[in-house]
């Protein structure tokens, strides 16, 4: 099995940062993508920031420039460091993870837990 533990949300005024944290960990062959999305309330999941196990990233226009995600591979450890965060960036942040596990031949995705990110303004 695989588990995902995210860290760093809470209550920020607008304009603050905040980083968060996702490490995996279990029967864990290889990673590719990891990546965090976001859903508030009464909307959709989407996808925030995304990088590939060869460093690719991709971003939601909303936080291009001003959220980085950053990988560290050896921790299987992806991070979102917000910055100039914004009352619409509220909203509940997962971290996702697609990987093989040992003894699999198929990659899968992994979810976390959420991790609540509210801004005031």
């Known amino acids: 099995q695989v588990q995902l533990v995210e860290s760093g949300g809470g209550l920020v005024q607008a304009g603050g940062s905040l980083r968060l944290s996702c490490a995996a960990s279990?029967?864990?062959?290889?990673?590719?993508?990891m990546g965090w999305y976001r859903q508030a309330p009464g909307k959709q999941r989407e996808l925030v920031a995304v990088?590939?196990?060869?460093?690719?990233?991709n971003y939601a226009d909303s936080v291009k420039g001003r959220f980085t995600i950053s990988r560290e591979n050896a921790k299987n450890t992806v991070y979102l460091q917000m910055s100039s965060l914004k009352p619409e960036d509220t909203a509940v942040y997962y971290c996702?993870?697609?990987?093989?596990?040992?003894?699999?031949?198929?990659?899968?995705?992994?979810w976390g837990q959420g991790t609540l990110v509210t801004v005031s303004s």
């Open positions: 279990g029967t864990i062959y290889r990673i590719n993508a």
């Open positions: 990088e590939t196990s060869g460093g690719s990233t």
């Open positions: 996702n993870v697609d990987l093989r596990e040992i003894m699999d031949y198929k990659y899968h995705s992994v």
